[in-house]
C-alpha cells in the first residue's frame, strides 16, 4: 500500500495497477483515490468494463486513443477474470501501450503464474489488498476516531472488534453508528458498544457454537431462530457451521502441537484474537468430535441437496445432536 500511497502523493503513475484481495473495502478506496488523482471530474476519458464484458480488443482500441483535451485516459477494468485465463493478446500489448493511458485492474483473485499478472508486475503495479492485521485495524479505528474528537477504551475496543470481526466495511459502518450515539461526549465504552454495534453473522455464529459447546440447547437453538428471522438462509448458516468447526479443528491441532496464538492464527489464515476465542473453544471438543460434526455437516448438505430434508430441518437437528453431546468435563 506505501507504492499506491506514493503515486497518489506524487500524481505520478504507472501505465497499469492490479487491485486484488479479500478486504472489498481497501480496493474500493483505492479504486475510488486512483480515478479522483488521475482524472479528476474529467469523465470523457474514462472507460468502466465488468465482469463479462471485457473485451480485449476493444479495450486495446480504447487504451490507443488519444484523451480529449487531458493527460490521461483511464480504463478501469473490474472482475473480469482475465488474471486466472489466457488474456492474449493484452499482456503482449502492454509495453507498446501509449504513456497517455493508465489501466486499472480490480479483482477478486489472481493467479501470480499468469501472464498479464507477471506483466502487470515488470510495468505497473500489482497490490494484494488482503484482511489487515488486528494492529492495523486498530490503528484504522483510532485514526478515524480522532478525526471526530472520540477516544475509545481499551476493553470497548477489544469488545468491538470481537463484535463485528475484521471486515473494513462493516466496521466503518458500525464505527458510524458508534459516533452518532455517543454525539456529545468524549470517550466511547463497553457499554456503549453493547447497545448499538451489530453482531456480524460470523459473530453469531460463534456464539451459538460456544452455546453447543456448552451443552446449551435451547440459547443455541434461539440463536439460530434470530439468524432465520434475519432472513439468513439455512444453508449459508449451515456452510458458518461447518467452516467454524473446521476452524476450530485447525486451531486445536496447532495448539495440541504446542504453536502459540500469533504462529496459531499465521498459519489459519485468521485474525489473532480471532484464533484466541478458537483455542478457548476447542477446549470443549475433543479432535474426534469436531472431525464428527464436520462428517455431519457434510451429511446434512448431501441430504438436503438430494431433498432428503429440508434445509431449516436439516440446521435444527445438527444443532440439536450437536448440543446434546456428552461435554468434556
Not at 434470530?226 to 449451515?238: Q, S, V, Y
Not at 445432536?321 to 468434556?328: A, H, L, Q, T, V
Request: net charge neutral.
Amino acid at each position: 500500500m506505501k507504492t499506491l500511497n506514493q503515486d497518489l502523493k506524487t500524481k505520478v503513475f504507472r501505465p497499469v495497477y492490479c487491485l486484488y484481495g479479500e478486504e472489498a473495502f481497501l480496493k474500493k478506496s483505492y479504486k475510488n483515490q486512483l480515478i479522483e488523482a488521475i482524472l479528476g471530474d474529467d469523465r470523457m476519458n474514462f472507460q468502466s468494463f465488468y465482469e463479462k464484458e471485457a473485451d480485449l480488443n476493444e479495450i486495446i482500441g480504447l487504451a490507443d486513443t488519444m484523451p480529449f483535451f487531458s493527460e490521461k485516459r483511464l480504463i478501469l477494468i473490474e472482475n473480469s477474470g482475465l488474471f486466472k485465463r489466457d488474456a492474449e493478446p493484452l499482456p503482449s500489448y502492454l509495453p507498446r501501450m501509449p504513456e497517455s493511458t493508465v489501466l486499472l485492474f480490480v479483482e477478486e483473485q489472481v493467479d501470480k503464474r499468469n501472464k498479464l499478472y507477471k506483466r502487470v508486475k515488470e510495468l505497473g503495479y500489482a497490490a494484494e489488498l488482503g484482511r489487515q492485521s488486528e494492529g492495523e485495524l486498530k490503528k484504522w479505528i483510532l485514526r478515524g476516531l480522532k478525526q471526530e474528537n472520540r477516544q475509545i477504551s481499551q476493553g470497548a475496543m477489544e469488545l468491538f472488534l470481537n463484535s463485528v470481526g475484521d471486515d473494513m466495511e462493516h466496521i466503518r459502518t458500525e464505527l458510524e453508528k458508534l459516533i452518532a450515539y455517543t454525539e456529545g461526549r468524549e470517550g466511547i465504552l463497553p457499554e456503549d458498544v453493547e447497545a448499538v454495534c451489530s453482531v456480524q453473522i460470523t459473530g453469531r455464529i460463534f456464539d451459538m457454537i460456544t452455546d453447543v459447546a456448552l451443552g446449551r440447547q435451547k440459547a443455541a437453538m434461539e440463536k439460530y431462530y434470530d439468524l432465520m428471522a434475519l432472513r439468513e438462509p439455512p444453508m449459508r448458516i449451515l456452510f458458518l457451521i461447518a467452516r467454524q468447526f473446521n476452524q476450530l479443528l485447525v486451531v486445536k491441532e496447532l495448539a495440541l502441537a504446542g504453536k502459540g496464538k500469533d504462529e496459531i492464527a499465521k498459519k489459519a489464515g485468521i485474525q489473532p484474537f480471532i484464533a484466541a476465542r478458537a483455542m478457548s473453544q476447542g477446549k470443549n471438543f475433543r479432535m474426534e468430535e469436531l472431525r464428527s460434526c464436520l462428517e455431519k455437516c457434510a451429511g446434512a448438505e448431501e441430504d438436503v441437496k438430494t431433498g432428503r430434508i429440508s434445509d431449516g430441518m436439516a440446521v435444527e437437528l445438527l444443532i440439536t445432536e450437536f448440543s446434546g453431546r456428552k461435554r468434556i468435563s
